[in-house]
């Protein structure tokens, strides 16, 4: 109760826009919760039917920029890792399906200044 | 007094829609236009060549029983077809490496031979019958998958070069999913075109000329694809040479292990494997149709199991889902015993699609956790090297066992091997962390 006063009377100075893979939504979200950011989530689309991006909105005073983009930047570590290609041709039953190395759980992070915030 | 949109309007909004959609999605109008338009060619030739293996996989064992062929043949034909995919992996590496036009590989190989091969199934009929049309099917069904393996690192290097690594997640994820759609689609419709036909053989022939158009389709869109220049490299294909993959195997005792114990499981696997659709057809009396549905329906039931299986190979680990869906999947064929009319055949292909959703995406991120960047093209060519022999085994004796003591007999040989199979993969492989090895 103390920490959810305490968030409502910080100063709100920057908005903080991240765009990431949906898949890694629900582990940022939780950490950014759990160390007391207010954040707002929005679904975008991107790619067709499958793979989803999310927008989170998240206000903050500047002295907390560098520890958000820290947390930011150790949940959406760009990594690689196979995905199904889906190939061209068939294989022989049994083989393994053919994979390829992507590049997955990139972030895209911009700080805006805000100009007025207000709580109500 | 606003104006109604023109049909020219919605004419370019279509057209704008389809651009987008076959690039991968909205996010590409970033990359250059030669990319876009590679990832465009790229699309349709996926698009067009999962609508050819739909007829091609679902169908090719039920055309040669049409044309005549025993059981022990139908395994013999896919023991051939393994053994030719095993010769000609070292030449396909060697080919990809040391030859400067990946392309033309790919175009000549699996998209000449093999669509060449596919046109022959269309006009077998009017040649041949008999015997003489079951012979001739087997060595096209050994040319297509052998060329087809062929070009594959031909493929697999070319796709790497064209399609920037960062947003590949998100094109083959859009790729993967109209693959799907259409793969599922043109199953549908095969099916149904065998079963209306006026003769079965007929019907089968209508089917593979449309293979066969979808083919040539994705042949000519893979063909305009804008391959980046590249020097021939010789050095790479050291990886594959028979005493580095001897010595792969010696080096690291947990990668031979899990190559025993995928031997057994394949091994087990294909002693039923090539045998379930001739089942459907000759003791349930299911329609073509009826066995394109039912192989649909196992399809669909792994689109969501791969987003299951996904999230707990994060939470559990590669080696954990491996085995839970390892344990599982000797029941199935085990299942099929009991069953009397086609839709019994259903719940099970529900329940076979959710675990080998698991069990495909497991083993698979184990192999990538036992092995490290270095070793992994090694790795990866033993291991297909190791299944495909024990599938060609795994088939042939198959063909045997079902002729002589009938489909029962084969359910549950196949059932216990595959047990034998997870348990030597619980005693002998030690479980790993879930880690990339490219992290």
Partial sequence: MAQERHINDEQVDRLVVIILASEQVGELSNRLVKKGYRLTLVNTSSGFMQAGSTCLLVGINHGREDDLIGLIGSVCRTHRQFIPAGGTFSLPGGLPPLMIEAEVGSAYVFTLEVEQYEFF | MAQKPSLSFFWQRLKRGAALVSAGGSWSVQLPGEVQRNLRWYFFDGVLASSQEAINLTYLTLFILALGASKAQIGLMTSLASLSAVVLLLPGALLAERFGQRKWIVVAGGGGVTRLAILGLALLPFFAKGQQAVTIVILFKVLMDGFSNLSMPAWTALTAEIIPIAWRGRYFGSRNMVMSIANMLVTLIAGQVITLAV?????????????????????????????????????????????????????????????????????????????????????????????????????????????????????????????????????????????????????????????????????????????????????????????????????????????HLGFPAIFLTSGLLRLVGIFVFWRMVRPRNPVSVFS
């Fill in chain 2, 199 to 403: 003769s079965p053989i007929t019907g089968y022939q209508t089917v593979y000329a449309l293979a066969f158009a979808f083919g040539i389709g994705a042949t000519f869109c893979f063909a305009h694809l804008q391959e980046p220049p590249r020097q021939p490299d010789a050095s790479a294909t050291a990886a594959y040479t028979p005493a580095s993959l001897l010595k792969a195997l010696r080096e690291n005792a947990d990668f031979r292990n899990f190559c025993i114990s995928q031997m057994v499981w394949n091994f087990g696997l294909n002693i039923a494997g090539p045998f379930f659709a001739v089942y459907q057809v000759e003791n349930l009396h299911a329609t073509p149709a009826e066995v394109g549905i039912l192989s649909i329906i196992s399809s669909l039931a792994g689109i969501p199991a791969v987003r299951f299986f996904g999230g707990l190979n994060d939470r559990w680990g590669a080696y954990k889902v491996t085995l839970l869906t390892g344990l599982l999947i000797p029941l199935v064929p085990v299942l099929w015993i009991f069953t009397r009319v086609p839709w019994h055949v259903a719940p099970i292909n529900i329940t076979s699609g959710i675990l080998w959703a698991g069990y495909g995406l497991a083993s698979f991120n184990f192999l990538l956790s036992i092995s490290k960047a270095e070793t992994l093209p090694r790795f990866t060519a033993l291991f297909q090297i190791s299944v495909a022999v024990a599938t060609a085994a795994g088939a042939a004796l198959g063909g045997i066992i079902v002729q």
